[in-house]
């Protein structure tokens, strides 16, 4: 039986360092606005994109570029360019949505791999078997896609990879075809502008025609959330995904979320697949409760088991966003010793640490706190809260760039954490 991979989002050199560290296999992220996430796109440029993609190779783990958009006319001259510029840079495949670029990226770049997006709306054996005749390694599913349909189609197309969606936001329109944004905002979803329109609250209204009269219908007082998806969430069929041996690589949505949430849902993830090949089992509500320590709108198992007409709780409509019952307060930078707060800390605040996989850490105690576990966790306790030049502070927030020194040494990119009492829990 294969290993499947676990791919995670790279939306920026820092979080592409914390999806390595906190288990990823492969890491996907762009380069301008060929990429369906283009504002996470612009957080690369060519020089270091090579950078992160050298980063990465060293550490054993691929990097998939996205080239996924729908391009113009106009633009092809310069997605020409682009296809050339990533064969230079060393990338490992290539995120395609179109035939017209899965054609020209064969012919400028027969060496690197393309997968299909899952923009492409690949649904049955027949679009499978075309893209792989067209040349294409991998196709990620469609997100409409049961699991049963997929060990259909291996059977018939075994010689194909599948990648699926296992966690992230889900999109209203079908497979994410939506010009919602374009109207209102003149945004367009599929050129990786998508202003999230489906996350609003709206206000309807019923005229009656003959009278003129006009009802509002609301269901909350800020409006109506009529379009607003839950997010994604199949940690807890993880071991039916592994078990159909079908499935190539499952992926986490999400350059455009926050690092906290990269590591954490990339180490969930990672510690459910390993338990699984480790003992033929998961017991993965366990790693469920530390995703839901992030902020989400909610969560579903979408389509994965069940037809849509089969179920009516895959909408949130309520709200655009719940919260964790976490928030991060710092991050540990690479000297070890110090770290950069991302909320606030008192004097005598206990954090909770989130350690990287595999990393091992001692406790420990001096005049600025101690570190020490407690039921299986790890904590950090600040009696002194001074930074990396020796001034002393009674509080530290977000707002101060200074580095703040920890009791002893803790891995690189490790997160401190802080309860938030009174955020609601994300279901």
């Known amino acids: 039986m294969k290993k499947v991979e676990l791919l995670s989002p790279a939306g920026d050199f820092e979080k592409l360092k914390i999806a390595i560290e906190y288990g990823a296999d492969a890491v996907y992220a762009g380069v301008s606005h060929f990429s369906l996430r283009c504002h996470s796109g612009k957080e690369f440029d060519y020089e270091t994109f090579k950078e992160a993609v050298d980063y990465a190779h060293k550490r054993g783990v691929k990097v998939y570029a996205t080239v996924n958009s729908f391009p113009f006319e106009n633009q092809l001259s310069i997605v020409e360019e682009h296809i050339k510029k990533l064969k230079e840079i060393g990338v490992d495949a290539l995120i395609v949505s179109t035939l017209g670029v899965i054609m020209k990226a064969r012919e400028l770049a027969p060496e690197i791999d393309i997968h299909l997006s899952t923009q492409a709306n690949a649904l049955n054996s027949w679009d499978y078997i075309a893209y792989k005749d067209l040349g294409v390694k991998r196709i990620i599913a469609a997100r409409e896609t049961t699991l049963k349909d997929l060990i259909r189609i291996k059977e018939k197309v075994p010689d194909i990879e599948i990648e699926i969606f296992v966690h992230g936001a889900m999109c209203f329109a079908y497979s994410g075809r939506c010009l919602l944004s374009a109207v209102q905002f003149g945004r367009n979803p599929n050129k990786g502008s998508c202003a999230n329109d489906c996350r609003y609250p709206y206000v309807l209204y019923a005229e009656n025609p003959e009278t003129g009269t006009m009802f509002k219908l609301e269901e909350f007082s800020d409006g109506t959330y009529i379009m607003n998806a839950k997010d994604l969430c199949l940690i807890e069929h993880i071991p039916e995904i592994l078990e159909s041996d079908v499935i190539d690589s499952v992926k986490i949505e999400g350059r455009t979320k926050a690092p906290y949430y990269v590591g954490v849902v990339t180490k969930a993830y990672r510690d459910a697949i390993d338990e699984w090949y480790k003992t033929g089992k998961c017991e993965c509500k366990k790693y469920l409760n530390e995703i839901l320590t992030t902020k989400n709108r909610g969560l579903t198992d979408a389509y994965i088991v069940?037809?849509?007409?089969?179920?009516?709780?895959?909408?949130?409509?309520?709200?655009?966003?719940?919260?964790?019952?976490?928030?991060?307060?710092?991050?540990?930078?690479?000297?070890?010793?110090?770290?950069?707060?991302?909320?606030?800390?008192?004097?005598?605040?206990?954090?909770?640490?989130?350690?990287?996989?595999?990393?091992?850490?001692?406790?420990?105690?001096?005049?600025?706190?101690?570190?020490?576990?407690?039921?299986?966790?790890?904590?950090?306790?600040?009696?002194?809260?001074?930074?990396?030049?020796?001034?002393?502070?009674?509080?530290?927030?977000?707002?101060?760039?200074?580095?703040i020194k920890l009791p002893c040494d803790l891995p690189y990119l490790t997160f401190l954490r802080k309860k938030v009492e009174f955020a609601p829990n994300g279901v």
């Open 306 to 403: 069940k037809r849509p007409f089969e179920r009516n709780d895959t909408q949130n409509l309520e709200t655009s966003l719940t919260y964790g019952e976490w928030q991060v307060a710092g991050i540990i930078n690479e000297d070890n010793k110090t770290f950069m707060c991302k909320y606030k800390i008192f004097l005598g605040d206990v954090l909770e640490i989130v350690l990287p996989k595999e990393s091992k850490i001692a406790t420990c105690k001096n005049e600025i706190g101690e570190i020490f576990e407690k039921n299986g966790k790890w904590y950090v306790k600040f009696d002194k809260i001074m930074t990396i030049s020796g001034k002393e502070l009674k509080s530290v927030h977000s707002g101060n760039q200074n580095p």
